[in-house]
T-cell receptor, first 118, second 113 residues
Framework: KAGVTQTPRYLIKTRGQQVTLSCSPI?????VSWYQQTPGQGLQFLFE???????NKGNFPGRFSGRQFSNSRSEMNVSTLELGDSALYLC?????????????????FGPGTRLTVL | AQSVSQHNHHVILSEAASLELGCNYSYGGTVNLFWYVQYPGQHLQLLLK??????LVKGIKGFEAEFIKSKFSFNLRKPSVQWSDTAEYFC???????????FGKGTKLSVKP
């Protein structure tokens, strides 16, 4: 089974631009979550989508948004980029809605998209 | 709010030394606990997880962790590390109805051959 894939792997943008990142979950997985990883803040939860609905959102400004398509693929968008948005953006998929706290509901992470904002 | 603390930012060990990485969390209810590893240039992988039952959990590559509820801790251990264990290790907790993972800031482990 193919793992979680993320495109692009690397991206360089300038302040004020907007960016869209893409995530394809493992086949059959319906939940997709996004995390931001930075050296200073570590891994922080952005949002989770399940069956095309945003189920949960972290503490990030409205410039960060996402969506999920009917095939479970997900995109996240960051508008009006700031220098502080430079980070590794990780996508994770799991078989079920994250609120289902069951043993087999593990999150599988993709390789990430490295975003650099100049 | 839930939070996770990892005590050590960077640990340097020689091969065959024993490893213990500390992890404490703050959450009063039922939690699920995880340790993830990120090898250089690779994506996050699950080492082990605790949901319920035996508080001593065994994971991949000889790692284990012990859940001590009274101390809100979930420390990671390995009796004898190898150079290939060089990586960054993240403790994570999931609790409540939301389900997303709350991560600690990670511990970098460097193993000298």
């Amino acid at each position: 089974k193919a793992g979680v894939t993320q495109t692009p792997r690397y991206l360089i943008k300038t302040r004020g631009q907007q960016v869209t990142l893409s995530c394809s979950p493992i086949s059959g997985h319906r939940s997709v979550s996004w995390y931001q990883q930075t050296p200073g803040q570590g891994l922080q939860f952005l949002f989770e989508y399940f069956s095309e609905t945003q189920r949960n959102k972290g503490n990030f400004p409205g410039r960060f948004s996402g969506r999920q398509f009917s095939n479970s693929r997900s995109e996240m968008n960051v508008s009006t980029l700031e220098l502080g948005d430079s980070a590794l953006y990780l996508c994770a998929s799991s078989p079920h809605d994250l609120s289902e706290i069951v043993l087999w509901n593990e999150q599988f992470f993709g390789p990430g998209t490295r975003l650099t904002v100049l | 709010a839930q939070s996770v603390s990892q005590h050590n930012h960077h640990v340097i060990l020689s091969e065959a030394a024993s490893l213990e990485l500390g992890c404490n969390y703050s959450y009063g209810g039922t939690v699920n606990l995880f340790w993830y590893v990120q090898y250089p240039g690779q994506h996050l992988q699950l080492l082990l997880k605790y949901f319920s039952g035996d508080p001593l959990v065994k994971g991949i590559k000889g790692f284990e962790a012990e859940f001590i509820k009274s101390k809100f801790s979930f420390n990671l251990r390995k009796p004898s590390v190898q150079w290939s264990d060089t990586a960054e290790y993240f403790c994570a907790v999931r609790g409540g109805s939301q389900g997303n993972l709350i991560f600690g800031k990670g511990t970098k482990l460097s193993v000298k051959p």
